[in-house]
């Protein structure tokens, strides 16, 4: 090839995505697509144009959370193009349409990077105004070219209040800052339970811990969302709180965040 072909950390040409937003975290289970979802929707109620891609290439969760775990891409009239399923309103792409829901995906680092790539790629994504994407946990290789070779408009990161959870959390930011992405601030996912009988409110895994740390570390704490069966239920059935209660306490939390980066 000529000058620069090989060379991976060219960025990658967008097209017509206006803005890109990743959604980390420092370790899985946090909630992380969970709220990549619902940002997700939040956003496109707000009017915006909004495309999804599950990042999360060794654990892709989005086909099921936007009810789509049977979908398939189909080719697009564009050469070499695919269009993707779309749910709500949004277009979906993610390894997990094209594999097995039971099969690992075992590839290393490069290959799965090749594979992100090309969902971002020969996607036809159309006009977007935001493009959210759905990072795997942790900050290894892939977190690292995505940081590299993807113009990210801004980073959110979602963390647990646990202790743990946000030294994990931590790392993820000082890496975003190292490559240098801008990032929006911190999320806390399960903040507090609230009783749904009598509105007592339980600290499970206690609270706050999240605001403390992004004051410390100089970065916009967004706001929190509770620990509530409404959202697992809707996130592991495929029906988003968002739209079975988009004028409910927890819609409006997001929809508060939503906000702050679009
Ligand atoms: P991650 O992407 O960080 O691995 P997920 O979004 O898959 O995490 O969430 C892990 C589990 O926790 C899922 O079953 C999801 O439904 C549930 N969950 C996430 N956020 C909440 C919340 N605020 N309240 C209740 N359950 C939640």
New binding site residues.
């Given amino acids: 090839g000529g000058p620069g072909a090989g060379g991976g950390q060219r960025p990658l040409d967008l097209g017509a995505i206006r803005s890109v937003v990743t959604v980390a975290?420092g370790?899985?289970?946090?909630?992380?697509?969970?709220?990549?979802?619902n940002l997700a929707l939040s956003l496109a109620r707000q009017g915006l144009k909004v495309g999804l891609l599950d990042a999360?290439i060794y654990?892709p969760?989005l086909p099921r959370?936007m009810g789509l775990r049977t979908a398939k891409p189909t080719h697009s009239s564009k050469e070499g193009k695919i269009t993707p399923p779309s749910a709500f309103g949004i277009k979906i792409m993610s390894i997990g349409f094209m594999i097995d829901e039971e099969q690992p995906v075992i590839w290393r680092g490069p290959m799965a990077m090749g594979a992100l790539e090309q969902l971002l790629r020969d996607t036809d994504w159309g006009e977007l105004d935001v493009l959210v994407v759905?990072m795997p946990?942790g900050t290894g290789d892939i977190q690292l070219s995505m940081a590299q070779r993807v113009p990210v408009t801004g980073a959110v990161i979602?963390s647990t209040p646990q202790d743990v959870a946000l030294l994990d959390a931590r790392k993820g930011l000082n890496m975003f800052r190292k490559v240098n992405v801008p990032i929006f601030g911190l999320i806390e996912?399960?903040s507090y339970y609230q009783c749904p009988n009598c509105g007592h409110v339980d600290h499970v895994f206690d609270h706050g811990g999240a605001h403390k740390a992004a004051d410390e570390l100089g970065v916009p704490f967004l706001g929190e969302?509770?620990?509530?069966?409404k959202?697992?239920?809707?996130?592991?059935e495929g029906k988003p709180i968002i739209e079975t209660d988009p004028d409910g306490a927890h819609s409006q939390a997001y929809a508060n965040i939503a906000r702050q980066i679009a």
């Fill in positions: 975290s370790k899985g289970g946090v909630g992380k697509s969970t709220t990549s979802v999360d654990g969760s959370m759905d946990p979602v996912n399960m969302i509770p620990l509530d069966l959202i697992r239920l809707g996130a592991d």
